[in-house]
């Protein structure tokens, strides 16, 4: 497919289209949940080890392998899955499906390639922008918190954690964002509904793309920790 | 003139009924066939049938491929785009895509071959069914009646040989009904394009289409042949219109 | 775009005729929101067991991996169901009710507002927000609450199968430090976030819908916007109620009503 | 004098910058089946919207069965709706009851002390009037557009209202439904002395069954027919065309 057509400019359309809007709702997300991190793993650490300094190592290390790529494609669930699963069912009732069949067209590389690989890339920046704002909100309330000065803090921030934690987590936004998008247009797709029940199919790609997620985020868990150490 | 549109013993499966009596058809550019029946006896299953969206048995000749089923399989696409043009019922206009692009899509994969598709003609069409100015605008900002121009001139701009319309003038009010039957018209008779379509009124069916096909309510054929046969078949209806 | 003054009037409207109808006993609708809860409840029963006890099974691994640098592993089934209880839990399986119930929902009263129902509803005389509205309000408050509750006790569940099975841990080793780490106020703080959970998604999906544009694209709008707002508000008051029952356990502890 | 059903005096409506009614003054009068007719998207609906008070409108005064609608109170308006009842274009049935409890459902509400076998029967014995001919448990989405209709009809007139708003009732049928919609218009019109108003694009229906025409053109009240049956031709050269078309297509 060529000019106007082609692989490359559909795909920047819908980076565009989905990733502009993830932008600022997970960075207002980072910043409330980095919060709730800090202060639970604050009261669990102050009953274990009654002393503090070991708060933000173990938080960095949960947030880069966990909680970073967790909340932040749970948000693009919501977003772009809803979105595509909507998007795919109007087309699919509407029959814009056949007529894009007459025309030759090959949906694959036109409609359904364009959207998974633009959902796995945003969900991979935005799990890198969702930890960068945790980490920045729980340094930033760590003296309220934990009592320590914001020096302190930053000098042990990286010393539970190594590069392969940044690994695992942007591992895991890459197959969260290719596991929901791939739901949605699939459940999207499905032939003979009507427009009537448009809306219940997004709310089930919505919820199969959430637990689909906490089941991959257990699996990929237990096999990164036992891979990597 | 070689057929454009030749059925032998055409049968038809709507919605799994038993199957319906054959359909013998030869149409040729320049005739109009227009399909009459009640709603929900299987007009627009016929109408996909012809472009391989519904199952049919039977012999199906489109411009100069032969397709032969003896029993109901899907029509095999042809590896290079048809000049068939399909206007659907519920216009299916592409809704992540403004109005320009519906139509440049549309044309986009014509063999070069065929048809040159310069981008002026999208232009002249835009201006023609009076959509210029909207033409960045998205298909879900526009009116009812500008939707089923813009479905109708998404089929136009292939220069078709075959333009199939599933019932354009539903639901619209005459004066817009009148400009999409004259856009229609236009076309056939520039003599060089078949036009099939399934209509409402009975009346418009007789005085300006060439052919007919009537299907009951179970979507039998009752009758299939041109004008001059229906009337001669029944005169009394001659006296009517 | 609606600009924020008139969303603003709508919020307004919406919630002084919600609550001046919530608290009139309607004796006649009881069934409907009974039914409607109980039918709300069966469609995620399984959903949410699922999910919790996947949940549960995330906490134990990461923590163990945590935990296994101070080589006490006797406090793992404790903090990971203290985590747990006191704020992983509500939140993720809050995430799937948000789309299981409320979005489900907003759909439905959507769709009902895009065929003209709720219109009907009003020109045959009915109030439209006795009949459909403050039902399925109810309903979604009742079916997420103890749905979530229901999470709480499938995340414990789902932590110790999987100790029992990755790290074979004894039963009695898993609840060793129980008492020691589990007081009452983490479940009253579980308790207290799904009630907040709860309210949020059944507010936010019953106002989303009920101001949804009257055409199949208002539809799908309305279910996208049900499912990001209800995001965003489990994560923010998963923030407030932290703070606030931090607070709410300090007034009471100086008033002497809590040991 | 009877009061007429609707007077509106010089009432304007635009949605954002789109004006889609500018200072519209007509009064439509009880035992008249009165047909409000003109192109798509000028804004018919709208004319019956605004006049059961589904939406205000920016400029002028509107006055259903006398009294203005700006000082009246929901409740009163909802006693009001209860005479007048707006049949919207979507046969708007309620997915979550069956046919049979759909046509009893207002009736029920309206008056609990009815106990429901009674009003099932009396809702059966409608059905069977409009010629409805389909069985009575079986759910919305499994009907017909042309049965749907028909409930959403038998809906109304279960609360016998003294007017009825019908929205393009015959749009989507075919020949035969048509005109035993018609029918059903001219026999709830004559015998049950509720008088109807129409939105519809049929102009053979409109000339058969109509006893009034207003035709909207352009966010105006273009003409105002009286008697369609002895209608040949308007000097306005603009409704001639609309219903020369009219009866082709």
């Known amino acids: 497919m060529t000019g106007r057509w082609r692989f490359s400019r559909l795909l920047l359309e819908q980076l565009y289209l989905h990733g502009i809007r993830g932008l600022w709702v997970v960075l207002l997300a980072a910043i409330f949940t980095g919060q709730v991190i800090i202060a639970e793993y604050a009261y669990h650490i102050r009953y274990i080890m009654h002393e503090l300094t070991f708060v933000p190592p173990f938080a960095t290390s949960m947030i880069l392998t966990q909680f970073g790529p967790l909340l932040a494609?749970?948000?693009?669930?919501?977003?772009?899955?809803?979105?595509?699963?909507?998007?795919?069912?109007?087309?699919?009732?509407?029959?814009?499906?056949?007529?894009?069949?007459?025309?030759?067209?090959?949906?694959?590389?036109?409609?359904?390639?364009?959207?998974?690989?633009?959902?796995?890339?945003?969900?991979?920046?935005?799990?890198?922008?969702?930890?960068?704002?945790?980490?920045?909100?729980?340094?930033?309330?760590?003296?309220?918190?934990?009592?320590?000065?914001?020096?302190?803090?930053?000098?042990?921030?990286?010393?539970?954690?190594?590069?392969?934690?940044?690994?695992?987590?942007?591992?895991?936004?890459?197959?969260?964002g290719f596991s929901y998008s791939s739901i949605a247009i699939f459940i999207g797709a499905q032939p003979g509904h009507s427009s009537a029940d448009v809306g219940k199919r997004s709310t089930q790609a919505v919820v199969l793309g959430i637990f689909a997620i906490i089941v991959e985020d257990f699996l990929l868990s237990y096999i990164f920790i036992h891979l990597f150490n | 003139m070689n057929a454009l549109l030749t059925l032998k013993n055409y049968y038809l499966y709507p919605k799994n009924q038993p199957r319906c009596l054959g359909v013998d058809l030869k149409l040729s550019a320049g005739h109009s066939l227009a399909i009459l029946g009640p709603t929900g006896c299987g007009k627009s299953v016929f109408l996909k049938s012809l472009v391989g969206l519904a199952p049919f048995s039977g012999e199906l000749r489109l411009l100069d491929s032969f397709f032969h089923h003896p029993l109901p399989k899907l029509l095999k696409f042809p590896k290079r785009s048809l000049p068939i043009g399909f206007a659907f019922e519920k216009n299916a206009l592409f809704e992540f895509l403004s109005v320009e692009d519906n139509l440049s899509l549309a044309g986009a994969f014509q063999d070069e071959a065929q048809t040159t598709q310069k981008p002026s003609d999208g232009e002249r069409l835009l201006k023609q069914i009076g959509l210029w100015e909207s033409r960045k605008k998205f298909p879900r900002a526009l009116s009812g009646g500008m939707k089923k121009r813009l479905a109708v001139a998404r089929t136009l701009i292939k220069?078709?040989?075959?333009?199939?319309?599933?019932?354009?003038?539903?639901?619209?009010?005459?004066?817009?009904?009148?400009?999409?039957?004259?856009?229609?018209?236009?076309?056939?008779?520039?003599?060089?394009?078949?036009?099939?379509?399934?209509?409402?009124?009975?009346?418009?069916?007789?005085?300006?289409?060439?052919?007919?096909l009537l299907l009951d309510s179970s979507g039998n054929p009752v009758f299939c042949g041109n004008i001059e046969d229906f009337y001669c078949k029944n005169p009394h209806i001659k006296a009517i219109s | 775009?609606?600009?924020?003054?008139?969303?603003?009037?709508?919020?307004?409207?919406?919630?002084?005729?919600?609550?001046?109808?919530?608290?009139?006993?309607?004796?006649?609708?009881?069934?409907?929101?009974?039914?409607?809860?109980?039918?709300?409840?069966?469609?995620?029963?399984?959903?949410?067991?699922?999910?919790?006890?996947?949940?549960?099974?995330?906490?134990?691994?990461?923590?163990?991996?945590?935990?296994?640098?101070?080589?006490?592993?006797?406090?793992?089934?404790?903090?990971?169901?203290?985590?747990?209880?006191?704020?992983?839990?509500p939140l993720l399986v809050g995430f799937l009710l948000s789309g299981q119930c409320?979005?489900?929902?907003?759909?439905?009263?959507?769709?009902?507002?895009?065929?003209?129902?709720?219109?009907?509803?009003?020109?045959?005389?009915?109030?439209?927000?006795?009949?459909?509205?403050?039902?399925?309000?109810?309903?979604?408050?009742?079916?997420?609450?103890?749905?979530?509750?229901?999470?709480?006790?499938?995340?414990?569940?789902?932590?110790?199968?999987?100790?029992?099975?990755?790290y074979d841990m004894s039963i009695y080793f898993f609840f060793s430090k129980f008492q020691w780490l589990i007081q009452w106020s983490s479940l009253w703080s579980g308790f207290y976030k799904c009630f907040a959970f709860g309210s949020a998604i059944a507010f936010i999906s019953c106002y989303t819908s009920y101001t949804a544009e009257k055409s199949v694209q208002g539809v799908s709008t309305a279910v996208q916007k049900t499912a990001i707002r209800n995001m965003m508000a489990l994560i923010i008051l998963d923030t407030f109620t932290t703070h606030t029952f931090r607070g709410l356990m300090f007034v009471l502890k100086y008033f002497g009503v809590l040991s | 004098m009877k009061t007429p059903i609707i007077s509106f005096r010089n009432v304007s409506k635009r949605y954002g910058n789109q004006e889609v009614l500018k200072n519209i003054t007509v009064d439509i009068w009880p035992g008249e089946l009165t047909f409000i007719m003109g192109p798509s998207g000028v804004g018919k609906t709208v004319f019956l919207r605004l006049a059961l008070g589904f939406e205000e409108p920016d400029e002028g005064e509107i006055h259903l069965a006398g009294i203005p609608l700006s000082e009246m109170h929901i409740s009163e308006l909802s006693a009001i709706r209860v005479r007048h009842i707006f049949i919207f274009q979507h046969p708007a049935l309620f997915d979550f009851l069956t046919v049979i409890e759909n046509v009893g459902f207002p009736l029920l509400?309206?008056?609990?002390?009815?106990?429901?076998?009674?009003?099932?029967?009396?809702?059966?014995?409608?059905?069977?009037?409009?010629?409805?001919?389909?069985?009575?448990?079986?759910?919305?989405?499994?009907?017909?557009?042309?049965?749907?209709?028909?409930?959403?009809?038998?809906?109304?007139?279960?609360?016998?209202?003294?007017?009825?708003?019908?929205?393009?009732?015959?749009?989507?049928?075919?020949?035969?439904?048509?005109?035993?919609?018609?029918?059903?218009?001219?026999?709830?019109?004559?015998?049950?002395?509720?008088?109807?108003?129409?939105?519809?694009?049929?102009?053979?229906?409109?000339?058969?069954?109509?006893?009034r025409i207003l035709f909207f053109y352009d966010t105006q009240l273009h003409a105002n027919i009286e008697n369609p049956r002895k209608f040949t031709s308007h000097p306005d050269p603009l409704v001639n065309e609309f219903f020369n078309h009219g009866e082709v297509f």
């Not at chain 1, 990286?158 to 969260?176: N, P, R, T």
């Not at chain 2, 009904?177 to 069916?205: C, P």
């Not at chain 3, 603003?8 to 409207?13: A, C, D, E, G």
């Open chain 1, 73 to 176: 494609c749970m948000l693009m669930v919501s977003l772009s899955g809803a979105a595509i699963a909507s998007e795919t069912g109007l087309m699919r009732s509407t029959e814009q499906w056949d007529a894009l069949k007459l025309e030759h067209i090959s949906l694959w590389s036109f409609y359904i390639w364009p959207r998974i690989v633009a959902c796995t890339c945003i969900c991979i920046a935005l799990t890198l922008l969702n930890m960068a704002g945790q980490i920045v909100s729980f340094v930033a309330i760590s003296p309220w918190e934990l009592g320590l000065s914001w020096a302190k803090v930053i000098d042990t921030l990286f010393d539970m954690c190594s590069l392969s934690d940044l690994i695992q987590g942007l591992c895991k936004g890459a197959f969260f």
């Open chain 2, 159 to 212: 220069k078709p040989k075959i333009l199939i319309c599933d019932s354009p003038l539903a639901g619209l009010d005459p004066l817009s009904a009148h400009s999409i039957f004259t856009m229609l018209k236009e076309t056939v008779n520039t003599g060089s394009t078949l036009l099939v379509m399934s209509l409402q009124s009975y009346t418009l069916a007789l005085t300006h289409f060439t052919h007919l």
């Open chain 3, 1 to 89: 775009m609606i600009n924020l003054r008139q969303e603003t009037i709508q919020l307004k409207t919406f919630t002084l005729e919600l609550a001046s109808r919530l608290f009139r006993p309607h004796t006649q609708h009881w069934n409907m929101i009974i039914i409607g809860t109980l039918r709300m409840i069966r469609t995620c029963l399984v959903m949410v067991i699922l999910s919790s006890l996947f949940v549960g099974g995330i906490l134990v691994v990461v923590f163990q991996h945590h935990i296994s640098f101070f080589r006490a592993d006797s406090i793992l089934g404790a903090f990971a169901s203290s985590a747990l209880l006191r704020e992983v839990g």
């Open chain 3, 102 to 166: 409320g979005a489900y929902v907003a759909s439905e009263i959507a769709t009902m507002k895009a065929t003209d129902q709720l219109d009907t509803l009003s020109s045959l005389g009915l109030s439209d927000m006795d009949l459909v509205i403050v039902p399925r309000f109810v309903s979604i408050f009742m079916a997420t609450t103890f749905s979530l509750m229901l999470s709480l006790a499938g995340g414990i569940v789902g932590a110790y199968l999987v100790a029992a099975s990755l």
């Open chain 4, 109 to 211: 509400e309206h008056h609990p002390d009815m106990d429901p076998p009674y009003v099932f029967e009396k809702a059966k014995g409608v059905l069977r009037s409009l010629g409805y001919r389909g069985t009575f448990k079986k759910m919305p989405d499994q009907c017909t557009v042309g049965e749907a209709k028909l409930v959403s009809i038998a809906r109304a007139l279960m609360l016998n209202p003294k007017v009825m708003f019908i929205d393009e009732p015959t749009t989507g049928l075919d020949e035969t439904t048509r005109t035993q919609v018609d029918h059903i218009l001219v026999n709830t019109h004559r015998m049950k002395q509720c008088s109807c108003i129409v939105v519809s694009h049929d102009v053979n229906s409109a000339l058969t069954i109509g006893d």
